[in-house]
């Protein structure tokens, strides 16, 4: 989960400012440097009630202080009102892949599901059908031959029908597991 947030575009840099946030006021209590810091805050609190008085690197650090709360606000909103994060890039961009010994292409239906999808040919891109490689016809033997550069594709012993739901079945995989994006 943590690993799913860190690569999202809007958590990644909330986290970030969370860990900065949270190693500078370590940092600062390993220093010692908290109750100056707190008398400075309490001064801060009571001079605000008076005509303002803050230097410039109050207002600054007043301002870093606040950076990370803010992000935080606009992170929960975004997701609040559903606005796309990338999390269904998958969508717009795993629409073809090489598995199984072949490239295949396909789309998405609204629902999520696929549908469309072609076998072409790993070497050259062009798009291949099966055949009937089984001289017998009661046995489901289908190979594919590109007829474009010639070469003999592969082989399966199943129907055209289990292939592509084996295909399907991989790509589900690959979108549950995130790992699409690694595709070269
Ligand atoms: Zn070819």
Redesign the pocket.
């Known amino acids: 989960m943590w690993k799913a947030l860190w690569k999202d575009p809007v958590w990644a840099p909330v986290i970030s400012a969370g860990i900065v946030t949270a190693a500078g006021a370590g940092g600062t209590y390993l220093l010692g440097l908290w109750p100056a810091i707190s008398d400075q805050a309490g001064s801060l609190w009571r001079t605000a009630g008076e005509q303002s008085k803050w230097s410039n690197w109050q207002v600054w650090m007043a301002v870093a202080l606040a950076i990370p709360s803010v992000l935080l606000a606009l992170a929960l909103l975004w997701r609040a009102i559903g606005v796309s994060t990338g999390v269904d890039d998958w969508r717009n961009l795993y629409l073809e892949d090489k598995l199984v010994g072949l490239h295949w292409r396909w789309k998405y239906y609204p629902d999520g599901s696929l549908g469309d999808i072609h076998s072409f040919?790993?070497?050259?891109?062009?798009q291949?059908f099966p055949h009937q490689a089984s001289a017998y016809a009661a046995i489901d033997r289908i190979g594919f031959h590109?007829?474009?550069?010639?070469?003999d594709?592969a082989t399966f012993g199943e129907p055209l029908e289990h292939l592509e739901s084996r295909v399907r079945r991989h790509i589900q995989q690959k979108i549950r597991a995130g790992s699409w994006r690694q595709q070269e």
Do not use: A
């Open positions: 040919c790993p070497h050259c891109d062009f291949v590109c007829d474009s550069c010639g070469r594709l």
